[in-house]
């Protein structure tokens, strides 16, 4: 039986996006699940935030659209979809268990890598690869500090791979290739196991470093290169670091490395800033002034993922925070919103990652690089672990020695575990609770963050 209200609903969101504009209808609530009934009309949004913000910001206008919409004044409730949340997630395992082949994440191409001096060798080798002539740089090992592109370069090479040759390709992290010779480990199925890896004709491996220090699943690895690279296929790997300096790895490994071509990715530099900053307003349909972005280009000297973030910030603070709608943005918006946000230029000490977060948590350095296992003890070292990934330039070696951990595994952990906390923000498993004081995983680290940033500027 078809729904009388779906006309109404149809109505309700053409009347939003005539009163707000298409941009923030679309920021607010293309994702969001509308109601309508004889009772009115109920929006659920995504999350608590989104309902909020869209309660306090736009309800006149939502009363306002409702009332064209059902051709008199009607009752407008908004809420959080949040329970409707599991439900999705079971629709999500049936559906993935029928589509086992469709992937699980959307990868990048070429066409969305912007190029510059920074990055340039990189980009052609990444190119050359996927060529009739790429055998002849295989394996390509891409390094760099965090958030600077390699991902997204073996994401294309696979991506045009699959696209160009029909091959066989695989992407993986070198913590999946582990945890999954670990699984075959224990069942004795390594036939399944070496199958999966070494009848392809593109490997991918992200994160290479983590397999430091692991001697079985080295020798593995090496294994399982020599038997591709003997089927021809062709190797693509990212690391933090050049595999020369990777310490602790088994030294076979990192001549095998060493084989092909080794290239570094670099910060971006300040032409590539300004070519990410357009590229990121034109995909989100953003105008800005000329001005505006070469002051936000200056302010932006990190990685290309601290790009993002300044873009993020700037936007939204003026698109939402403001109470007028702008068609372009201009430099006066641009440094009201960098007055009010720690600048990025200076470079983040780890010790003041560790300080500032033990001054936060009320636990003293000693107990945070030492064995202390205590719940408020472990969760500040992992914080300061995650932020120290995302703040600074150091790799998960060099973290492991700024915390006191004997390898930098157990690093790597504790940032998965915050990473995963983020992913559930708005339950009781994205809080924290410190004293008496309950806030969200994502609160806590902007928080840090902005006294971490404050504190580099003294």
Not at 253 to 258: H, Y
Not at 323 to 348: F, M, Y
Not at 401 to 417: D, I, M, Q, Y
Request: glycine share 6%; hydrophobic share 40%.
């Amino acid at each position: 039986m078809s729904n009388p209200f779906l006309e109404t609903e149809q109505r309700l969101r053409e009347e939003l996006t005539k009163s707000l504009g298409k941009r923030p209808y679309r920021m607010w609530f293309s994702e969001t699940t509308m109601h309508c009934s004889e009772e009115g009309v109920e929006i659920l949004a995504a999350t608590p935030f989104a309902a909020r913000w869209i309660e306090q910001r736009f309800s006149a206008v939502i009363n306002d659209a409702a009332s064209e919409a059902f051709g008199k004044s009607t009752s407008v409730r908004i809420n959080t979809s949040e329970q409707e949340e599991p439900v999705q997630r079971d629709r999500l395992v049936q559906q993935n268990k029928v589509q086992k082949s469709k992937p699980k994440r959307q990868l990048r191409g070429f066409d969305e890598f912007v190029v510059g001096s920074c990055n340039r060798l990189a980009w052609s080798a990444a190119k050359q690869l996927v060529q009739e002539d790429g055998k002849s740089i295989s394996p390509l090992f891409i390094h760099g500090v965090c958030g600077v592109g390699k991902t997204h370069l073996l994401q294309a090479i696979c991506k045009e791979t699959a696209k160009i040759s029909k091959g066989r390709v695989r992407f993986v992290t070198a913590e999946q290739f582990t945890n999954e010779f670990i699984a075959s480990s224990r069942t004795g199925d390594f036939q399944r196991f070496r199958s999966r890896y070494r009848n392809l004709d593109l490997l991918a491996i992200d994160d290479i470093h983590f397999v430091a220090s692991k001697t079985k699943t080295q020798e593995e690895l090496l294994h399982t290169l020599d038997a591709a690279g003997l089927r021809g296929a062709r190797l693509a790997l990212a690391s933090d670091e050049d595999p020369r300096h990777i310490r602790r790895l088994n030294k076979a490994l990192a001549n095998r490395f060493v084989a092909g071509m080794v290239v570094e990715i670099d910060r971006p530099d300040r032409e590539t800033r300004l070519a990410i900053i357009e590229k990121l307003l034109t995909d989100r349909g953003i105008s800005m002034t000329p001005a505006a972005i070469d002051r936000l280009s200056s302010q932006a000297v990190g990685s290309v993922r601290e790009i993002e973030g300044a873009v993020t910030r700037v936007t939204a603070a003026v698109q939402f925070l403001t109470n007028q709608h702008k068609d372009v943005v201009g430099i006066d918006d641009v440094e009201r919103v960098l007055r009010a946000t720690p600048p990025t230029s200076h470079p983040i000490r780890m010790q003041d990652v560790i300080s500032i977060s033990c001054k936060r948590f009320g636990v003293s350095t000693n107990d945070l690089l030492g064995n202390s296992r205590s719940t408020r003890v472990v969760l500040a070292r992992s914080i300061s672990a995650y932020l120290g990934r995302k703040l600074t330039t150091m790799s998960f070696p060099e973290l492991a020695v700024a915390l006191g951990r004997k390898n930098h595994s157990t690093v790597h952990a504790a940032v998965r575990r915050i990473e995963k906390r983020l992913e559930h923000d708005s339950t009781t498993e994205g809080s924290v609770r410190i004293g008496e004081e309950e806030i969200t995983v994502k609160e806590l680290l902007d928080q840090l963050s902005w006294a971490i940033r404050s504190r580099a500027n003294e």
